[in-house]
């Protein structure tokens, strides 16, 4: 038997925060599934993109972590940090193994997830966005393209060193200190 | 890195990222699964990364695909375990403690006064089966409708199979390292390198195919740019490495839908590609 799910004197499922919209998803509310692709199909399918660098297989991506969310909302729990964070990563994560060809490991995504940003407010989320690029815009343009080809192209520090002719140790200093300058800025 | 010594930062970020050979991976997993202080600061990786992510240059999905995944969704409705509903208590006033109640020995004035709901119950049952019967045909009307949609959207099925089978020919074609690939030119001309770019600015879509290309060191890539007609910016439109025989493709790069180009044009770029062209273009054409 089917149940649908409609909650009344309750305010749009836009407006409520990520944790109301997992819980509304767990109880089979469509309209609340419609919300969370709309808050996040945009950095989940622009990252898939980036990485794939081919349209159709990024929206295959988006749908696969979408449909995932819906299948089991508890995958992702509130103590795991930022839905919108943790999905950024997912879809990286995903899209590096669609690119090697390789079977989704369901580790990928039991991650936990520090974040300090309530990234279901498109103010925040977008003020985020300007900070990180614009602290990344600033670094160096070696540790810039080093953190690109790892993140994004899903290159091992052994290809980058291959590829650019640094030491391997000067690829891992350049990927960590990228990501210290980063941290630093949103820290201070 | 062991099980008793931290992992160091370094290797948390190739860990976060999945750059560790399997072995590695498995190694650091279970030093981290043991370790409070790594994973805390594998989480604050993981956080790092994630505001990395939004650096992204932002691309909106295509806008069937809202559609698509909601009509996904609704294909696989939840099914909540229904709530338990405490069975109603039947009526038994009137009738006594039923396991004394034995019709053979009652008199008829032994037989209590048939109130309103005793007259009523018996025909509860009748109400019932009616009611199921009625819900039993409903039901049958949704199955049959349900059966007729469903061969409807077999047949759409199997047609977009039959396009996605063309279409994947058409571009395993294009793209198979294997395949032949003739140039045809006036005899006896020397091979020059060539690009064809087929682009449809409305949809953003662009195949590109290159011959006689070149080789380039591992570290260069080859860069196709866009080159607005509004006057823009140059636009990266993909890298390419050619094969041995000088042949390469990009096939549909991101590019922003509604963009006219005024021509396209290759650049020598570091291996990933870079943002805006390093001069000179080496191939052009409008």
């Known amino acids: 038997m089917y149940r649908e799910t409609r909650i009344v004197n309750t305010p749009p499922s836009s407006t409520l925060d990520d944790a109301a919209l997992l819980g509304l998803v767990r109880k089979g509310d469509e309209p609340a599934m419609a919300s969370l692709f709309d808050r996040y199909s945009k950095i989940v399918y622009s990252v898939a993109l980036r990485v794939l660098r081919d349209p159709a297989a990024a929206e295959d991506v988006l749908q696969e972590i979408f449909m995932q969310i819906w299948r089991n909302p508890d995958g992702f729990v509130a103590t795991r940090g930022s839905l919108g964070g943790w999905l950024a990563v997912v879809s990286r994560n995903r899209s590096i193994d669609a690119l090697r060809r390789k079977r989704p490991a369901d580790s990928i995504d039991e991650m936990e997830l520090a974040s300090k940003y309530n990234l279901a407010e498109e103010a925040e989320r977008n003020h985020m966005m300007e900070k990180a690029r614009g602290v990344i815009g600033q670094l160096p343009a070696e540790q810039r393209k080093t953190l690109e080809m790892a993140f994004f192209d899903g290159l091992t520090h052994s290809e980058i060193a291959e590829m650019t002719g640094d030491p391997l140790g000067t690829v891992k200093t350049r990927i960590r200190s990228a990501l210290t300058t980063l941290r630093k800025a949103f820290t201070a | ?286």
């Open chain 2, 1 to 286: 890195m062991n099980s008793t010594r931290h992992i160091e930062r370094d290797d948390l970020v190739l860990f976060a990222m999945q750059l560790f050979s399997p072995e590695e991976a498995a190694s650091a997993a279970s030093h981290i699964e043991d370790c409070p202080e790594c994973r805390r600061e594998l989480a604050e990786v993981q956080g790092d990364l994630a505001v990395y992510a939004y650096t992204v240059d932002l691309q909106s999905p295509p806008a069937e695909s809202r559609e698509r995944l909601l009509k996904q969704v609704a294909l696989e409705k939840k099914t909540l375990p229904p709530e338990i509903e405490p069975e109603p208590e039947l009526p038994n006033r009137g009738f006594g403690s039923r396991s004394s109640f034995t019709p053979s020995s009652l008199t008829e004035d032994d037989l209590p006064r048939r109130s309103f709901g005793s007259k009523v119950f018996p025909w509860v049952g009748w109400a019932l089966a009616a009611g199921l019967a009625v819900t039993s045909g409903n039901l049958y009307l949704q199955r049959e409708s349900l059966r007729g949609s469903t061969a409807e959207q077999n047949t759409q099925i199997a047609q977009l199979s039959t396009d996605a089978e063309t279409a994947q020919q058409v571009m395993d074609t294009m793209t198979d390292t294997t395949a032949m690939r003739v140039t045809l030119t006036m005899a006896q001309a020397p091979p020059v390198p060539q690009g064809r770019a087929i682009y449809v600015a409305e949809k953003g879509t662009l195949i590109f195919q290159a011959n006689n290309m070149a080789p380039l060191e591992s570290a260069k890539v080859y860069e196709l740019w866009l080159i607005p007609a509004n006057g823009g910016n140059p636009m990266p439109a993909g890298v390419f490495h050619p094969d041995e025989h000088g042949n390469a493709s990009i096939i549909m790069p991101p590019i922003p839908k509604g963009i006219e180009a005024k021509a396209f044009g290759v650049t020598i770029e570091n291996a990933g590609g870079s943002s805006t062209p390093t001069l000179p273009i080496i191939m052009v054409g409008a």
